[in-house]
């Protein structure tokens, strides 16, 4: 409507973990509220953005995602440099990328600002019959590395939107 929006902040988010866990799908939720079942692995894109309103403020959340380069420590220390969020995702169906998820944490604390907040996020919690990671391993995990934690399903969207506002408003409170 020709209206100029005026941004109070720019918060950068990275999203992490291993690959196919469900990053791609998760940030497309959250950012077109679409989930697409064809998808290939990321080409390229460097990041999308949403703005939206978190007491009273304008924040343009412009978030990260890797393009394939989730080996071990391939993602390079520009993919982290001014992040003030991470999103570290793991498929609840697969063990081996909880499992994984302390080395994430070990390559924030290693690339990224001390002050970055970071959600754990167990996708794929449509898949519930599949459920190799029971919940309180998480929670404890969690709990033990100050992170946030949620279980979301970029698939149905359940606590997508939920773990991005907690996120945002986390990073609001520390900027
Ligand atoms: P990435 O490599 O971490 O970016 O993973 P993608 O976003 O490309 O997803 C990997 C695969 O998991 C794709 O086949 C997706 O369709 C599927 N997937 C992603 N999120 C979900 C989810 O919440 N539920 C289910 N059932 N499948 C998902
Ligand atoms: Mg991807």
Redesign the pocket.
Known sequence: NGQVEKIDYVFKVVVI?D????????LSRFTKNEFC?D?K??IGVEFQTRTLTIKSKVIKAQIWDTAGQ?RYRAVTSAYYRGALGAML?YDITKRQSFDHVARWVEELRAHADNSIVIMLIG??A??VELRAVPTEDAVEFAEDQSLFFFEA???SGDNVESAFFKLLEEIYGVV
């Not at 690959?19 to 998760?26: C, D, F, L, M, W």
């Open positions: 973990g690959s196919a866990v469900g990053k791609t799908q998760i079942f998808s692995s990321t989730e995702v996708n794929k449509d898949l399903s970029a698939l």
